[in-house]
């Protein structure tokens, strides 16, 4: 007959259940009573009884009670198999990751699971399924994201001179207004919407391959839009060309949404149509060009992805003013959420000012 652990002895019944009556974790507190109670020099059965455990288990409890005392008998989480990847491997998947493939060395454009599990071979020499790898990069807080474009022959440094500068050149126009105007911040930007839709993604079965439909004709509209994201509103025009005099109608249309007593910072990209000599400038608008090449600093861009997956992609439109009424029903229901406007719209280094 095997001969029962002895407990520690510096702990007796009394200073067990003073800890177990501070302890919030109702399993702690049951393991910590079972161990008061083989303390009062009860048997190990009693004290399985008050645990509601078998007797092995009291053993087990004795074991981590002699080991760490009562934070022995926290509830701690399963450890589980060992981890195939160390954080050496993480460290040198964030950084392939992040840098991208080299087609020429690599054979691929963009990053597959399959693909880096072929890589941790060829560096490590550690394999890993498809699945596991798959867990590790979500671990990692990596997702399968949309890639936002960037224009090929961008220079980066623009973007931080802008936001850099952006305090100092608003802080210019509002000494060119009068004392105590509001300011409000807009952007503004255009998209072609036209009969040869965009694809998105959809939910469908895995293995299949979901269909969506597809037109080759190429009738077309503009959509004009600025969106004011501290205040939740926009201006939006849908017209049959993109050219100076559509935006001078936009400016107007602009002009009008802004506050009354107020004055609009309307930033845009340096598009002919809006540099151009002929436009007329409302009294309450100064335009403040983005830097070239940098369609990042332009959530509009991003409200464009937003119409297109929800209200303008996979589907037919049948003639030019088809499309005129789904451009105004896309760009109606956006304005009719405010706080869409916002949450896509906000930008910490321009709204902090």
Known sequence: MSVPIKLRGDFSAGDVRAVARRCKNGAQVRRLLAIATILDGRSRSDAALVGGVTRQIVRDWVVRFNAEGPDGLMTRKAPGPTPILNDRHRRALEEIIDTGPTPAIHGVVRWRIIDLCQWLWDEFNVSISKQALGHELRTM????????????????????IFKKNFPARLAQIRKTLPKGTPV???????ARIGQQTKLTRRWAKRGTRPIAPRDLRRASAWIFGAICPAEGKGAGLVMPHCNS??????????????????????????????????LTIPANITLLPLPPKCPELNPVENLWQFMRDNWLSNRIFSSYDNIVDHCCFAWNSLIDQPWRIMTIGLRQWAHRF
Not at 184 to 190: K, P, S
Not at 272 to 278: F, I, P
């Open 141 to 160: 807080g990596y997702r399968k994201l949309s890639a936002r474009p960037r224009h090929h022959a961008q220079d980066l440094a623009n973007i931080a």
């Open 245 to 278: 005099e559509a935006m001078g109608m936009h400016l107007a249309e602009i002009s009008s949404q802004v506050a009354p007593g107020a004055h609009a910072v309307l930033m845009l990209d340096q598009a002919g149509w809006h540099m151009s000599g002929a």
């Open 184 to 190: 409000e911040l807009w952007w503004q930007d255009e």
